[in-house]
């Protein structure tokens, strides 16, 4: 063994013993309520497609079909030559479903979040972060060299006292020296992707309106579920208009792979400019603009009407039992990392599939059965569930 080799050794080994040892799982199937891994049926909690979309036929068509126009590969980033149509199409779409003027697509969720944040803020700027934003956003804060600052969880006075601290040090002499006015931009998921839950995004509106901050909210679980036209979360609580940055992913709800950054015109603009994970990566493969686009499309149409409709008929079924807070998120709180992975083999030996969240994708001791549900499943599957969170005695509700 080199050295490398025989550091890395070591630090596995350490990771194994804290219980945070993670794995691949082989699936051999399409995604779905229904996979196969090492030959062996599973029933599968562990998806966020959450309205079925992955493996739609409408989704695989459009892809097969812009394989068959446009080719395997980009070729390049789409500002040296590899914006193909499928992309632009792409782009409209998200803006006219999400009602804002433009939208900028990336090759992921992650890419979008670093993308906007490093292109907005300086070390100059604050960027005020709920505590269970996703590692994403947390990730581009650091990248930008903003001032990071985290509220409790939800804490709408703990967000206020950081905006008004914000306030006095943009203030400072040494600060008004610079090209430009220090910014505060807050940041927030509107569905927390780990606990279910929802922000206040109407009292944050309020908050970042008095204060003159920014602010983004990330829909990575509420686009497609929520809203009149299923726009998301914002929608539903009617403060998307005033919203700057709304982002979120393509790889969820709708059943493909990339990620958003909807807005105005000109954030658009900047954002082609500014966005290094833009403009210095190969646009996404032509098949997963053309999926997103379709995903988009079937979302906003009677269908996805008929899918929302489904969903939530099954998290009531869940959550007539299972304590939640409505969402297709349903964490069941375990606490002990060692204790979630071993209930979730117990599981996995029942043929039912849940992953164990452990840290450092949520805080340590506060492990969980992260239950995700789709419109895809059946009554017959939520009721296998329940019998086999039963059997474990994690049903606490009769
Ligand atoms: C999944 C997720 C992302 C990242 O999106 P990808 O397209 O998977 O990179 C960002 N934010 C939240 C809250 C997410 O859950």
Redesign the pocket.
């Known amino acids: 063994m080199n050295a490398l080799d025989e550091e890395l050794s070591s630090r596995l080994k350490d990771i194994r013993e804290e219980g945070l040892y993670r794995e691949l799982r082989r699936i051999d199937s399409a995604q779905g309520p229904h996979i196969e891994m090492d030959g062996k049926p599973f029933l599968n909690f562990s998806s966020n497609d959450y309205l079925g979309l992955a493996n739609d036929p409408a989704l695989k068509e459009a892809a097969t079909e812009a394989v068959k126009k446009f080719g395997a590969g980009a070729g390049s980033s789409r500002l040296l030559g590899g914006s193909l149509t499928p992309h632009h199409i792409l782009d409209e779409t998200v803006a006219t479903f999400k009602g804002t003027a433009a939208a900028l697509c990336f090759s ?3 890419a979008a ?1 670093a993308g906007a944040i490093c292109a907005l803020l300086n070390s100059n700027d604050v960027i005020a972060v709920d505590k269970l934003v ?1 590692a ?1 956003i947390v990730d581009a804060a650091r990248l930008s060299g903003a001032k990071m600052r985290v509220f409790g969880h939800n804490n709408l006075n703990d967000l206020e006292k950081i905006l008004r601290w914000a306030d006095q040090r943009h203030a400072s002499p040494s600060l008004s020296q610079t090209d430009r006015r220090p910014r505060t931009l807050i940041v927030t ?1 509107s569905i927390f ?1 780990m606990d279910g839950d929802r922000a206040p995004l109407r009292e944050m509106v309020r908050l970042k309106e008095q204060f003159g901050a920014w602010l983004m909210v ?1 829909e ?2 509420a686009t497609g579920l929520y809203g009149k036209s299923r726009r998301g979360l914002a929608e539903e609580c009617v403060v998307d208009k005033q919203i700057e940055i709304q982002m979120g ?1 393509l ?2 709800a709708f059943g493909s792979a990339g ?1 958003y950054i909807c807005g105005s015109r000109p954030l658009i603009d900047y954002l082609i400019n500014r966005a290094r994970p833009f403009i210095f990566s190969t646009a996404p493969v032509p098949a997963a603009a053309a999926a997103a686009a379709a995903g988009v499309r079937l979302v906003q149409s009677k269908t996805g009407e008929e899918r929302r409709s489904q969903l939530w008929a099954n998290v009531a079924a869940l959550s007539r039992y299972v304590e939640s807070e409505g969402s297709a998120i349903i964490p069941m709180m375990i606490g002990e990392e060692g204790k979630a992975t071993q209930i979730a083999s117990s599981l996995m030996d029942q043929g039912i599939f849940i992953p164990a969240v452990r840290f450092p994708t949520v805080g340590r001791g506060e492990a969980r059965l992260r239950v995700t549900m789709t419109a895809a499943h059946s009554r017959a599957d939520v009721e296998q569930l329940l019998a086999a969170l039963r059997a474990l005695n994690l049903v606490n509700k009769t």
């Open positions: 992921s969720g992650y979040a996703h994403c998921e992707s990330d990575a679980h992913t790889g969820k990620g």
